[in-house]
C-alpha cells in the first residue's frame, strides 16, 4: 500500500500519467479479489497445494463483475436498496435470516418502512435454517432474499447454495454476505446474483469493501455523483486501499490450504480446553476460526473487562457497547441471561497456538473466580 500513499499518489479517475499507473493498480487488485472469491478451497486431501491456485477464475465460472465499495456495510446496503429499487409489482416481498448482520437486517426493515413486505426467516437451535421452510416462505410474491454465508458471532456455516437455488427456484434475487467466509469457505457464485465482501475481514485494510454482481442483474446506484466505478458506484477510490485488499486476497489464494490446516489445529486445541463450556451454534456447519461458548452464571461483559490484553468479545464488533444482548443468540432461542453468559473468540492465520492456550487458560481462570465469587 505505501507507494499508493507516498510518491504514485494519483487520483485513478484521472488521464495524466499517475492516474492510470494508479488506475492500473486498482484493475489488478480487482482480479486478485476475484480470484480469492473463486478460489476452490480444497479440502485437506483434495486440490492444488499452497501457491498453486490459478490467478483467474477459472473457465465456465460464473460471470460477473466486482465494484469496490467503502465497505460490506455499503456494499450491503447497495445490493439490497439498489435491487429493491427495482423489484416489480407483486414481487415486492424481501425475505432474510434472522440471524443476518445488522447491516442487512437494519437496511431489510428499513425497506419495511418504504412500503416493501419484509419476512425475517427463524433459525433452529444449531443456528442453521430449515430448508422445507425456506421454501414454503420464499413463494412468486418474493423478489429478494438475502442470506449469510458465515456467521459473523457463531460461526455457522448457512446452505447458501440451496437458498439460492430456492430463491431462483421462485424468480428471485438471491444476495449474499460472503464477508465472514471469503477465503475461508467456498462462495457459491454460481447460486448467488449478488456477493458483498471486505477486505478487513480477510487481514486486509479497513475502510474497503467490495459488490460482486452476476452478468445480467441489475441494481440502482446507492451514491450518486461521477460514476466512477462502472458507471453505477460513485466517488473516487483509494489505490493504496484496494492494493492492500488485492494483496491479502492473494495471500488468502496462496495460502488456502495453509490456513486450513491451521485453523483446524487451533479449533482442537480450543475446544479441548473448553469442553466444559456450551458451544454455541453448530459444530460440525461450521467456520472453525470462530467459536462461540457459553457458561451458566458467566457474566461475559465483566469478564472482557477484567481480561483487557485478550482481544474477545460478547458478540459483533459493530453492537459492542449497545447494551443489547445479540441477536444471533436470541434467534437460537438462548434466554437473555445465557447470551449475557457467552464469549466469542476468533483465531486465524496469525494466532500462534501457544497464545491460544495462554488466552483459553486466562478465561477459564477470570470464569473460575466469577464462580467462586457468586458461592
Known sequence: MRPWLETRFGNPHS??????????????ARDQ?????????????????????????????????????????E???????????????????????????ACVLDTVHWLGGQGFDVDILPVEPDGLVDLDLAARRIDGRTGLVAAMLVNNEIGVIQPVAELGAIARAAGALFFCDAVQG?????????ACDMVAVSAHKVHGPKGIGAL??????????????????????????????????GAAARLLVERAEADRAHVARLWEIARGLTRDWSLNGSETARYRGNLNIRREGLDS????????????????????????????LAALGLPDRAARASLRIGFGRYTREEELRAALGRIAEAAARQRSFAA
Open 15 to 28: 488521464p495524466h500519467r499517475l492516474g492510470r499507473e494508479a488506475a492500473a493498480a486498482v484493475e489488478v
Open 182 to 190: 471469503l477465503g475461508r469457505v467456498p462462495v457459491p457464485l454460481g
Open 75 to 101: 456494499a450491503a446496503n447497495w445490493a439490497l436498496k439498489g435491487a429493491a429499487a427495482r423489484l416489480p409489482e407483486g414481487r415486492r416481498r424481501i425475505v432474510a435470516l434472522a440471524t443476518e448482520h
Open 212 to 245: 460482486w454482481i452476476a452478468d445480467g442483474v441489475a441494481i440502482d446506484p446507492l451514491l450518486h455523483g461521477g460514476g466512477q466505478e462502472g458507471g453505477i458506484r460513485s466517488g473516487t477510490l483509494s489505490p493504496a486501499l484496494c492494493a492492500g485488499f
Open 301 to 328: 461483559a465483566r469478564l472482557i473487562s477484567e481480561l483487557r490484553d485478550v482481544a474477545l468479545s460478547a458478540g459483533s464488533a459493530c453492537a459492542s457497547g449497545s447494551g443489547r444482548a445479540s441477536h444471533v
Open 33 to 73: 479479489v476475484l480470484a480469492a472469491l473463486h478460489c476452490p478451497l480444497p479440502g485437506p486431501r483434495e486440490g492444488p497445494g499452497v501457491g498453486t491456485p490459478p490467478e483467474k477464475p477459472s473457465t465456465g465460472a460464473p460471470a460477473g463483475r466486482l465494484y469496490f465499495t467503502s465497505g460490506a456495510t
